[in-house]
């Protein structure tokens, strides 16, 4: 199934605020995320993101057919790491498996080193989310390595795997 990527707006909120309802999501996601996730809740993201400043966050609605079916993200870093950026995406339950993590992750990517001067966009997931990792390995990433016990999410020590993908032309300045 195709997706794409597009800016989020204000008659997402429901959308939003249904997948983000789901533990199973959350579960995958840093902390942080209040649940239940209301429709405040998710009119405040958006407006937050509307405003964001566009050198520093990327943020994207994943969307079928207009609808909002996820969601997918990059964070410029600063100091030292300014020429590097981290994503983090969901996707809405019903659209596991299908395809739309590699595809949004490849879309973001090819915005992010064709609009910016970032020349590494990198990835951190549970090292038992096997479906995410996939969908970074699919979308060109390379597995940098695993942090071991580096997360506490839901109780438990959780290792977290570093994937990345470097922009090809632009390795030096």
């Not at 790491?81 to 090819?110: F, K, M, N, P, V």
Request: glycine letters at 6%.
């Amino acid at each position: 199934m195709d997706c794409q990527i597009r800016k989020w707006n204000m008659a997402d909120k429901a959308c939003l605020s249904a997948m983000l309802n789901n533990k199973k999501i959350l579960d995958n996601l840093r902390d942080g995320l209040p649940y239940p996730y209301t429709l405040a809740d998710a009119e405040a993201f958006i407006a937050a993101m509307l405003a964001a400043d566009q050198n520093k966050i990327f943020p994207f609605a994943i969307a079928i057919h207009d609808r909002a079916v996820g969601s997918i993200c990059g964070f410029r870093r600063n100091n030292i790491y300014a020429h590097s950026a981290e994503i983090g995406y969901y996707i809405d339950e019903s659209y596991w498996g299908q395809g739309l993590a590699t595809s949004a992750i490849r879309q973001i990517c090819q915005f992010i080193f064709q609009t910016t001067d970032i020349i590494r966009i990198f990835a951190e997931t549970f090292a038992n989310n096997s479906a995410s990792c996939r969908a970074l390995e699919k979308a060109g990433f390379q597995w940098e390595g695993t942090l071991h016990s580096a997360a506490c999410k839901n109780g438990k020590l959780l290792d977290i795997k570093i994937y990345a993908a470097l922009h090809p032309s632009r390795l030096k300045f």
